[in-house]
């Protein structure tokens, strides 16, 4: 009896993070990308762009709140390169990883190009800085 509920449990856990996980991917700019913040490791996750922020959620969390939020008009995009040997294990199949600054603090996102030509894109389109009107 408690083995059969130990299963039901784990197989409702496994369809909530699946439905978790349509849910952030079906809403319009998500994209699947791992983190990594200093002194940190790499974590699976998906970005989503908001208006004024970009955030990402955790892959293995429950939560409907994002993990992370960064301002946009505080996120400067400082380059792209290809994984490291040491990062190609710990990172999806054909990424680049995205050097980014938010407020001082360095951060890495690995993702597809074409999700870093997007973030780029966003970064770029973004209210020029003091003025307070939209590009």
């Known amino acids: 009896m408690v083995l059969s509920a130990v299963f039901v449990l784990c197989l409702l856990a496994l369809a909530a993070f699946g439905a978790r996980r349509m849910y952030l991917r079906r809403a319009l700019g998500t994209v699947d990308a791992s983190i990594c913040r200093l002194g940190e490791n790499w974590r699976m996750g998906v970005c989503r762009y908001q208006d004024t922020e970009l955030?990402?959620?955790?892959?293995?969390?429950?939560?409907?709140?994002?993990?992370?939020r960064f301002r946009r008009s505080s996120l400067l995009l400082q380059g792209r390169r290809v994984p490291s040997e040491a990062e190609r294990t710990k990172?999806?199949?054909?990424?680049?990883?995205?050097?980014?600054?938010?407020e001082g603090e360095d951060l890495l996102l690995a993702?597809?190009?074409?999700?870093?030509?997007?973030?780029?894109?966003?970064?770029?389109?973004?209210?020029?800085?003091?003025?307070?009107?939209?590009?």
Do not use: C, H
Not at 55 to 68: C, D, M
């Open 55 to 68: 955030e990402w959620f955790s892959l293995l969390s429950l939560s409907p709140r994002a993990r992370y």
């Open 111 to 135: 993702m597809k190009f074409d999700a870093y030509a997007g973030l780029s894109s966003w970064l770029e389109a973004g209210p020029v800085v003091g003025i307070g009107t939209w590009r």
């Open 91 to 102: 990172v999806q199949p054909d990424v680049v990883i995205v050097n980014l600054s938010y």
